[in-house]
């Protein structure tokens, strides 16, 4: 590089702004990675954990209802009827809520994700055994209000309870877990990729560092010597 035909002035002005140029790129990339690691760590808070939080309490709203019911069809629950019927729709009231909130979060996704066709897969898979499972509980406890004291009656209700209700609950629990699963599958993917984003970013950040030395060394050098 031939600086000479160049005035004194010109030559310290060139390099002072290559070395401005340098350090705005790397301010300019520091702040393009900083970004980029807001917004992967953001989606992790915003998204996956709630929604594993939400998964949680759906969980235990479907295992608060099956020993609600198996409480009551064993003979263990002695509240009057009216009691029970409240607590079993305030069960199912929070249950479904929690359910729509989830159901809210599978539109987050973009169009054509993989992700959004698996986890919507598992979801109706959910929805069908949560289905069946209620059905048979439905079934059985309007076969013990039927029975208007049949002791014969009851004894068919409870037994078709215990012979199916267990099946169905454990059906409905293990499709919730795959969901569950799933997101916190996705919440390490996510976690991993900030992980990478933050080292990623780090290594931009030395490398420019080194680019501006090398060349502030180089310029300090060169323009002092052609004067």
């Known amino acids: 590089m031939n600086l000479n035909h160049l005035?004194?002035?010109?030559?310290?002005?060139?390099?002072?702004?290559?070395?401005?140029?340098?350090?705005?790129?790397?301010?300019?990339?520091?702040?393009?990675?900083?970004?980029?690691?807001?917004?992967?760590?953001?989606?992790?808070?915003?998204?996956?954990?709630?929604?594993?939080?939400?998964?949680?309490?759906?969980?235990?709203?479907?295992?608060?209802?099956?020993?609600?019911?198996?409480?009551?069809?064993?003979?263990?629950?002695?509240?009057?009827?009216?009691?029970?019927?409240?607590?079993?729709?305030?069960?199912?009231?929070?249950?479904?809520?929690?359910?729509?909130?989830?159901?809210?979060?599978?539109?987050?996704?973009?169009?054509?994700?993989?992700?959004?066709?698996?986890?919507?897969?598992?979801?109706?898979e959910y929805q069908a055994q949560r289905d069946a499972y209620f059905g048979i509980v439905k079934a059985v406890l309007d076969g013990m209000g039927s029975a208007s004291g049949s002791e014969e009656a009851a004894t068919r209700a409870r037994d078709d309870f215990a012979a199916k209700a267990p099946v169905a609950f454990?059906?409905?629990?293990?499709?919730?877990?795959?969901i569950l699963k799933f997101n916190l599958d996705g919440t390490a993917k996510a976690a991993l990729k900030v992980q990478d984003t933050v080292a990623s970013a780090e290594r931009a950040m030395v490398g420019a560092l080194l680019v501006i030395v090398l060349v502030g060394v180089l310029l300090i050098w060169m323009v002092p010597a052609s004067v």
């Open 7 to 124: 005035g004194i002035r010109a030559r310290i002005t060139l390099g002072l702004a290559l070395i401005l140029a340098l350090a705005i790129l790397s301010a300019a990339n520091s702040l393009y990675r900083n970004m980029s690691v807001k917004f992967e760590s953001g989606e992790v808070a915003t998204s996956w954990i709630p929604a594993i939080e939400n998964l949680g309490n759906m969980k235990g709203f479907v295992a608060d209802h099956y020993l609600l019911v198996s409480d009551r069809v064993g003979g263990r629950d002695k509240q009057d009827l009216a009691t029970f019927n409240r607590r079993l729709y305030e069960n199912g009231e929070a249950l479904r809520k929690a359910t729509e909130v989830y159901a809210a979060t599978l539109l987050s996704y973009e169009a054509g994700d993989p992700q959004a066709d698996a986890e919507k897969a598992l979801f109706a």
């Open 170 to 178: 454990q059906q409905t629990f293990g499709a919730m877990e795959k």
